[in-house]
């Protein structure tokens, strides 16, 4: 149990420098999420504080000891590969004791806290397979076994998910989150999916080119995103953004009229949520409707505004479209509406 | 739909007596020569040498091997047989370690110099023994290594191509393994032997397998250097048998000692082959 603390923190690779400064502080026991698409740099921050990575500036302290120079041993973390790098030729029980080995522990008190922890993972039957005897779930829950056994202060994951069928993926989810609140231990997990972000961060970090765009609660990224890359990376489908002005008590998108919520003046991109809209005879947007994609309890229309802009609205229960493309018009309330400054990307009010 | 699967397989049955006969064919004309060895190892001397040659065993087998065995021609076989396995299993066995610890410092180790390393030791690749065996003559007979073990031993024992597949399997093996390792606080030598060589396992016996056939079937290098009979290896050993000048060579006693030089080579590919089944069938990756 530890806090961990990210004192802008910087990678380079030669010349280039993958992690632009990043600095968090992680409250004892939290769950954080790092998200963002590929490339990003999220990966390499988490190998930095395990230690498979070198920091080329800022400090990384674990539980207040400076870790920058610490081998991963010595950091008192344990890390869920995204391959789960389950050794092949070990059984369950040696895969998860491999680490008690190592460190010299007696065999009588390894194979105890292997049992516990295979209790607790419902591994218990398994303990004498070897991984390829194993189903992805359960070469996952392994992996979780051999983080969990070491009783680290800090768990680190890395897209654990990513291998798994999607029904799996869901109740892993819920179980590496109840695993997690159990035992209280500090977690960062990164992933690209923003789906495990919302569902399973206390607080997350956006991140985009080796920036953190924004550090938040799910909800606060959702319902106030910081920058307009956040903006669209989380919430699915993602955000429309549209060119806009403002001006005196009103916001123009081309000739459509909304309100101005914020009351800035002059040019804005104008984030607009697809499941924020809502069929509005009267409403200021009209949308081209070319294409319904009926989820079931919702339904996608995707299409055009008058300006040519590609549009998509989520809409409850089942719409249907003719062929051809009937215009349907959209409202908002206007605090859903999201401005951003057009050269920053930032949010506005 | 019964006729029919009849009929294909009869077809195939048909396809499958050819294919048998035609293999065992084959077997049979490779087989011939090593017949020969066998049949001329149980005769007496009078029989080989009148023709026709004999095609069927004899009676002397027991005399011929006890005779090739413990008195030989100059030295006993079994000593040269001890020499032999002595020789084949220290470069079979040298080879495995050597090539495997440089593999994994090329692998898992940054250090400078570490590609040139690599491609030095690739370019002995293309050197066979015969290139450089005058100079490593110099340098065995400069440590008065001359018939001695150690002599008939080390010069063998670098392998580029054993470095070179080990370097391959390796490259193979998912780095997260290796991480997986440091996070658990496994040292570099922890990771090799716990990890890298259990997993290593079918490679190694298939290499052991090819490298002490090599090992055993060498025979220009224990000629040079191997002056005194008694550290004479037996594929060697079977061409001192045969006289000089005008003296009669004692046939049964040289067949039974080429059958006998071929026995443990066999044995160890035998023996060897069910670790290589075992490994294509549990694949560990």
Redesign the interface.
């Known amino acids: 149990m530890a806090t961990v603390t990210f004192d802008n923190i910087k990678k380079r690779f030669g010349p280039t420098e993958v992690i632009k400064g990043v600095s968090l502080d992680v409250a004892d026991g939290e769950f954080i999420v790092i998200v963002g698409p590929s490339g990003c740099g999220k990966s390499t921050l988490l190998r930095m504080v395990?230690?498979?990575e070198t920091i080329s500036e800022g400090e990384l302290r674990i539980g207040n000891r400076r870790a920058n120079d610490l081998?991963?041993?010595d950091r008192d973390?344990?890390?869920v590969?995204?391959?789960y790098?389950?050794?092949?030729?070990?059984s369950v029980a040696q895969n998860m004791g491999?680490?008690l080995r190592?460190?010299g522990l007696p065999k009588a008190e390894i194979a105890a806290k292997v049992q516990d922890a295979a209790k607790l993972l419902q591994l218990t039957e398994l303990l004498d397979r070897?991984p390829?005897q194993l189903s992805g779930g359960q070469r996952q829950r392994v992996a979780m076994g051999?983080a969990i056994v070491?009783a680290p202060s800090v768990f680190l994951f890395d897209e654990p998910l990513s291998n798994l069928d999607a029904k799996l993926r869901v109740q892993m989810r819920l179980e590496i989150r109840e695993l997690q609140a159990k035992l209280g231990i500090t977690s960062l997990y990164v992933t690209h999916d923003q789906v495990e972000a919302m569902t399973m961060a206390d607080r997350m970090i956006v991140m985009n080119a080796g920036r953190a765009e924004q550090i938040g609660t799910p909800l606060d990224v959702y319902e106030r995103p910081a920058t307009l890359f956040a903006a669209q990376f989380i919430g699915s489908p993602s955000m429309n953004v549209l060119e806009g002005e403002g001006r005196e008590g009103a916001l123009w998108l081309g000739a459509a009229r909304l309100p101005n919520p914020t009351g800035h003046r002059g040019p804005v991109m104008l984030g607009l949520r697809p499941e924020h809209l809502v069929p509005d005879p009267e409403g200021p947007i009209a949308m081209q409707v070319q294409l319904a994609e009926p989820l079931g309890a919702n339904t996608l229309l995707h299409g055009k505004l008058e300006a040519g802009q590609g549009f998509t609205a989520s809409l409850p229960g089942v719409h249907t479209v003719a062929h051809g493309g009937e215009i349907l018009r959209l409202g908002i309330k206007p605090e859903n509406m999201h401005l951003f400054d057009r050269a920053t990307g930032l949010r506005l009010g | 739909m019964a006729r029919e699967i009849t009929g294909m397989v009869e077809r195939r049955g048909l396809g499958l007596w050819l294919t048998h006969l035609g293999m065992i064919a084959g077997v049979l004309v490779i087989f011939f020569p090593i017949w020969l060895a066998f049949v001329a190892s149980t005769v007496t001397q009078p029989e080989i040498v009148r023709p026709p040659m004999p095609l069927w065993p004899g009676d002397q087998l027991i005399e011929n091997y006890t005779a090739a065995l413990f008195s030989g021609v100059n030295v006993p076989v079994l000593s040269m047989l001890g020499n032999s396995l002595i020789m084949a299993v220290g470069i079979a066995v040298g080879k495995i370690i050597i090539s495997l610890t440089s593999a994994f410092a090329i692998v898992y180790f940054r250090f400078p110099g570490r590609n040139m390393f690599f491609w030095l030791i690739f370019l002995t690749l293309m050197l066979p023994v015969e290139v450089r065996i005058v100079p490593t003559y110099e340098v065995i007979a400069g440590f008065g290594m001359l018939n001695s073990y150690q002599g008939l031993i080390f010069p063998l024992v670098a392998s580029a191509t054993a470095t070179f597949l080990f370097r391959q399997f390796f490259l193979t093996v998912?780095d997260?393994?290796a991480?997986?390792?440091?996070?658990?606080?496994?040292s570099p030598m922890?990771f090799f032997r716990?990890?890298l060589l259990?997993?290593s396992?079918t490679n190694i016996a298939a290499l052991f397998v090819i490298l002490f056939i090599y090992g055993w079937n060498q025979y220009l290098w224990p000629l040079l250097i191997t002056t005194d009979p008694s550290m004479n290896t037996i594929v060697m050993g079977i061409r001192q048998m045969f006289p000089s000048g005008d003296d009669v060579a004692d046939w049964p006693v040289i067949m039974a000692t080429s059958i006998l030089a071929m026995i443990p080579p066999v044995v160890v590919v035998i023996s060897m082959q069910k670790l290589f089944i075992r490994g294509l069938v549990?694949s560990?990756?």
Do not use: T, W
């Open positions: 395990a230690g498979l081998e991963p041993m973390i344990a890390m590969f995204q391959n790098a389950l050794y092949p030729h070990m491999y680490g190592i460190a070897k390829r051999r070491r | 998912p997260e393994l991480e997986a390792a440091r996070v658990d606080g496994a922890q716990d990890i259990p997993m396992r549990d560990e990756k």
